[in-house]
């Protein structure tokens, strides 16, 4: 945990045990739920921070693909693989929330694809999934909008 995180549930705890001397437990309990709550928001905000999450989807037509940052940070040096068509892309950055296209000469019915990326501090990801142009779209209601404790 940093440091930061820390001093606050200290200091928290410590007001928590003041309310027990000088109120009642019950204001204590409270405190205590306040505390851990603020924690845990901290411990998120902390987790989710710098975080880009690079999708690859095939366009209705089938003839190209679609690359978007779904996450919360810019991603940069993004090599995309499309196997068994041996196409290659490069984009040199693609910032939160951006969506950028490339075209096929052939029409892509099941591609298999690498998808390979870093953030801005050089943390490197990487991806691979299988995707096909009579896939469903990908609407998971219960997928966090950005990865959160490691969710892959």
């Given amino acids: 945990m940093e ?9 928290g705890l410590a007001a928590c045990g003041a309310l027990f001397f000088l ?4 204001a204590m309990l409270i405190g205590v739920v306040v505390v851990i709550a603020l924690a845990m928001s901290l411990f998120i905000m902390q987790d989710s921070a710098m975080s880009p999450n690079v999708e690859v989807d095939i ?7 679609r690359v978007q940052n779904k996450g919360n940070a810019k991603a940069v040096s993004i ?4 196997i ?3 196409l290659h892309y490069k984009i040199p950055f693609l910032d939160e929330d951006a969506e950028t296209t ?8 099941r591609v298999k694809f ?5 953030n801005e501090r050089g943390d490197a990801f990487s991806k691979t999934r299988t995707i096909s142009v009579f896939d469903k779209p990908d609407e ?4 966090p909008a950005f990865p959160l404790f490691k969710w892959k």
């Fill in 3 to 11: 440091r930061n995180l820390i001093i606050l549930v200290v200091l």
């Fill in 23 to 26: 109120v009642d437990v019950y």
């Fill in 59 to 65: 366009k209705e037509d089938g003839r190209g693909i």
């Fill in 79 to 82: 090599r995309i693989t499309l």
């Fill in 84 to 86: 068994p068509h041996d």
């Fill in 102 to 109: 490339f075209s096929t000469d052939t029409m892509i019915e």
């Fill in 114 to 118: 690498v998808v390979e990326f870093q």
């Fill in 140 to 143: 998971d209601l219960l997928k």
